[in-house]
């Protein structure tokens, strides 16, 4: 069976889009891969955090994936931090990694040009090693991302193969698995960014705990056009089209059939539509994840993934350092 890795990032609160473009499908990709899903804690302190704050959505986060439908029986689900060999290896794919190659990387370029580079942590420059070292940790053959990340995924591939030419051809080339459909949930406030939870606008996103009464708000708050007809035209109706995508995953009908359903229909019937079917998918999650987070099933289940995580990791982390010749080899007695 090939391994699947993925890992999500506490900070902040999770988004309906993260949802639909990527969390939705671990669950079927469990029944397929051996697999691992990650909270990636050490990734968040690239920027401050609330040390609180941060605790409490590291904990909030891993409840989430198992509300969803993660099933500790068949997948590994465990807090980065908590297994060393993550910081370990992503040390020494940092002396194999450029440091042309790592500021080519799309989101530090964005991020240290609107602050400088004088303003901005040496960890931004420099994760995507760690990233790398996330992955290959644990002989991963597909990795599913959304869009934005195919870059880092690309540099993976790349130290992957430069350290098994340079030391011992140790590690497996991971693919990179991109979503066809719903990969990006676009912003309700603007349509042509990316649905994200570091949005300053909280009418942009859906949280995956907003209650009913925000989801029908944001929704009905959602830019549209003003053209007044639903169809799909992700260039010319960016709005209405996010909507209908959402619409779509949600209920699981096509976009097509969404279309023909709200022929001659106005904003507002469509609106109430779109907000039901995605309060319909979130409040079975909720209510699993109140069940969880505070309970001691949450904190066993993250131990034993822990242990099991770290356990695999080390294997391929003594392998890495012996190729590098970190270390001493011990007669045997």
Same mark, same amino acid.
């Given at each position: !069976?090939? %391994? ?39 990734? *968040?302190? %690239? ?12 904990? *909030? ?10 099933? /500790?029986?068949?997948? %590994? ?14 040390? $020494?794919?940092?002396?194999? *990694? ?23 942590? *040496? ?7 760690? $990233? ?12 599913p991302v959304g869009e934005d990340q195919k870059q880092h995924l690309e540099l993976t591939r790349t130290l992957a193969q430069r350290f098994n030419n340079k030391y011992n051809d140790i590690f497996t080339v991971p ?10 949930? !676009?912003?309700?406030?603007? /349509? %042509? ?14 949280? $995956? ?15 549209t056009d003003s053209e007044g007809v639903v169809r799909y035209d992700k260039e010319n109706k960016p709005g209405v089209s996010n909507l209908l995508t959402i619409y779509s995953l949600c209920s699981g009908r096509s ?32 209510? #699993? ?28 982390? #003594?392998?890495?350092?012996?190729? !590098?010749?970190?270390? #001493? ?5």
């Amino acid at each position: !069976m090939k %391994t699947i890795f993925s890992g999500i990032q506490p900070s902040g609160t999770v988004t309906l889009g993260n949802y639909l473009g990527a969390m939705k499908h671990f669950v079927e990709l469990q029944e397929e891969y051996n697999s691992y899903f990650c909270v990636v804690d050490a990734h *968040s302190i %690239t920027v401050p955090q609330d040390r609180l704050e941060l605790r409490k959505n590291i904990k *909030s986060l891993a409840a989430l994936y198992l509300a969803i439908g993660i099933d /500790p029986k068949k997948s %590994t689900l465990f807090i980065q931090s908590e297994v060393p060999a993550h910081t370990q290896l992503g040390w $020494m794919l940092q002396c194999v *990694s450029y440091i042309g190659e790592l500021e080519r990387m799309t989101q530090f370029k964005d991020k240290s040009a609107a602050g400088g580079k004088e303003g901005v942590s *040496s960890a931004l420059l420099t994760y995507p090693p760690l $990233m790398a070292a996330d992955i290959l940790l644990y002989n991963t053959d597909v990795v599913p991302v959304g869009e934005d990340q195919k870059q880092h995924l690309e540099l993976t591939r790349t130290l992957a193969q430069r350290f098994n030419n340079k030391y011992n051809d140790i590690f497996t080339v991971p693919e990179v698995r991109i979503a066809k459909v719903g990969a990006r949930i !676009m912003s309700l406030q603007d /349509p %042509t960014k990316k649905m994200s939870k570091s949005d300053e606008n909280q009418k942009a996103f859906i949280s $995956m705990l907003d209650d009913e009464k925000k989801i029908l708000k944001k929704v009905k708050s959602a830019v549209t056009d003003s053209e007044g007809v639903v169809r799909y035209d992700k260039e010319n109706k960016p709005g209405v089209s996010n909507l209908l995508t959402i619409y779509s995953l949600c209920s699981g009908r096509s976009i097509e059939e969404l279309e023909q359903e709200f022929e001659g229909k106005g904003y507002g019937d469509f609106k109430q539509a779109v907000a039901e079917a995605v309060i319909s998918v979130l409040k079975p999650i909720q209510e #699993r994840y109140h069940e969880l987070i505070d309970s001691e099933e949450l904190d066993d289940i993250l131990d034993e993934g822990a242990d099991k995580a770290s356990y695999e990791a080390q294997k391929m982390l #003594r392998k890495a350092k012996k190729a !590098m010749g970190l270390g #001493r080899v011990k007669k045997k007695k």
